[in-house]
């Protein structure tokens, strides 16, 4: 048979030319890369050998091995699992398996040391093998596979790549580097031994590499001169293969940790951080947990897979288990080792398992704790706010036991800060509330601007009250879906009753508004007739000092334009949503147009007022044209 000849998938191609030059300052990574894959495709045939002995009984006991061959310039990575087929090493070895590939590499920009970030939050794995090897040979034989299904497949990473059936012993995967000139020192033993202990040390499987061993001199009578010691080679265990969850977590270095990370999840970038638990009693189980520096870019897509790693009793059992954590906490991951559930869980029966939901109420929990110490670094949380915020938020609705606390993890801006950054905790927020609150003030917006400007915060911040100030998608949805934290009410700004203590002078301006509505009673009503049905009413307004005009929703909250096409993109029909226009009465705008003697000119001046309350408050009009058109009459006068 003669090899095919296989153009790679255009994003491999892509990848191959950028990962030659973007990552070369890195460029050992690649050991890891290759040792993760063997000692997973181990992993894979452990557990099926769990139910199948016989697939492995000609060759029982798994190790990865590593072999440098001077004369030949080959550096060999060799593991004893699950092997690849021709057409899987045709698809996973051409292709990238991983959703979203698309809209990454619309990311990368050519710009070298911003691409080889990204490129290390996506995991290049197996392709990595091209930073060092201007030719790779893989030969594989699957488990299931028969001698002469043997599998040989090459590349010089340039386009293409060819594969063929071939003759083949054994199972398992050798993965043959050619190195470049440039890389010769990946044949030197020291600088392997090095590079395979660190990458190597957590993981449960023996790494051996091909070592070199000096005899002992042989002492010959009557000889003075010290004859050349002689060697040889044999395989020599680098690694302490003690999988590192299983050990006592004061006895494992921060760099332990870091590279294990590094090896579970194929990010090239430290994590933020971890927490590491041994638990005894009547559920045991040990998990070791991490928080990725960078949100993966499909964090927020459905494509996203995410979930720890099961083991049961230290074997491997699957990836991405989704079950043991809720999906805000989906950018958490590491793995769970535990003796409570048996060695052969499916997916499905994990779903309905007890264990796994009392696990997924520790690991919660235990997930929560690390953000919450996190917490008490302000740099450090910022950071991942800045990641991971927005995931959160989905919390307090989805984790209704855990609502006070997500909610106090959570981070707003606010009035008193007059920045956009988000720092602010509702604790915070609390501790300072002004003498007589007793609610929690905020308010959704389109933009951080368009919230810290808004008409409706006018009065509150006179008074000193602070208003926390959102403006992301999911705020809206997250405040329709809460009302309190301990014990103190949310209201929006917005809503039609802020609901003001006596003390922060509520009766007094219910007694104001009344006063104002009788004193304003005929301006009201001319407002009211000049608009018609446009509105649903309109009222004298307290909450106003600098702005003529506000529109509100009777609710307590009002659905934003973000959060309106939204729903219209999602194809839902709205109902025509009616406002009512509160009229500031002593603005001189208002006081102008209520002098305007000519009505059909005042009708002009109402619709400006009242549009231009639409506008602040959406950021757009449905007939701006018929906007401009009268206020351009206005000021021509
Ligand atoms: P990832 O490991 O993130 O899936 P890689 O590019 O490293 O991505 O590998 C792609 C796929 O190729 C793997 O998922 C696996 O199916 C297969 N593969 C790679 N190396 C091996 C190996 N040593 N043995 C068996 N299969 C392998």
Redesign the pocket.
Known sequence: MTATVHGFQTQVAKLLDLLANSLYSNKEVFLR?LI???S??IDKLHFMSLTNQDLVKDDPVFHIRIRADKDAGTLTIS?N????TLD?ANS??GT??ESGTEEFMKKLTGDAARDSQLIGQF?????SSFIVADRVTVL?RSVNAKENEGVRWESTGSGTFESENIERKQR??D?ILHLKDSCKEFLEEWTLREAITKYSDHISVPVELWAEKFDAPEKKEGEDKESKPKSHFEWEQVNDAKALWTRNPKEVKDDEYKEFYKHLT?DYQDPLCWAHNKVEGSLEYTSLLYIPKTAPWDLYTRQNQHGLKLFVQRVFIMDKAEAFLPTYLRFVSGLVDTNALPLNISRELLQESAVTRKLKKALTKRALQMIGKLASDKDKYAEFWGQFGNCLKEGPVEDYDNRDEVLKLLRFASTKDGTSAQSVSLDDYIGRMVKGQDKIYYLTADSYEAAANSPYIENLKKKGIEVLLMWERIDEWLMGNISSYKDKEFVSASASDLKLSDELGGKEEKERKEASAKENKDLIERFKKALGDKVKGVEVSTRLTDSPSCVITDGNRMMTSQMKRLLEASGQKLPDEKYTLEINPDHPLVKKAYAEPDETRFEKWAEVIYEQALLSDQGGLKDPASFVKNLNSLLLG
């Not at 995991?123 to 392709?127: D, H, K, T």
Request: hydrophobic fraction near 40%; glycine fraction near 20%.
């Open positions: 890369e993760s894959n063997a997973d495709a593991d699992g699950l092997g690849m899987e996973h070895l990238i398996a995991g290049v794995g197996f392709y594989s398992g995967t993965v194929h």
